[in-house]
């Protein structure tokens, strides 16, 4: 199998670093909510990080492939980046990254 076609059945990242202007960092956080409730298919869960006390902000969407991420780029989640864009100093930085490892904690159970 080639390395692309193993590429297309992990899990993959999309990350996007970028800061707000001023006092629209809780504006961006409703629309981004909003954009993460209409994602369907193939959406494993979203991460928003503020760093204390700016208003640079880190976006991190995981999604079962990169196929599920495309089909998720629709007309509702246009119109919310539409929105959202203004809020932004500049335009964020986007990469897409392949998840290659990830761990959970385990529970630990204690006999009676």
């Not at 990350?15 to 193939?42: D, N, T, W």
């Not at 919310?80 to 990254?97: E, R, S, V």
């Amino acid at each position: 199998m080639s390395d692309f076609q193993d590429f297309l059945k992990r899990q993959c990242a999309h990350v996007a670093i970028g800061e707000f202007k001023p006092g629209k960092f809780s504006e961006a956080q409703r629309l981004y909510e909003e954009a993460v409730k209409s994602y369907g298919h193939g959406f494993k869960g979203a991460h928003l990080l503020q760093e204390p006390g700016t208003n640079r902000a880190l976006s991190i969407i995981f999604w079962e492939s990169i196929g599920d991420m495309d089909e998720n780029q629709n007309e509702i989640h246009a119109a919310i980046l539409k929105k959202m864009a203004p809020l932004f100093i500049q335009l964020p930085t986007n990469t897409l990254y392949e998840v290659v490892y990830e761990t959970k904690p385990e529970t630990v159970t204690i006999a009676p």
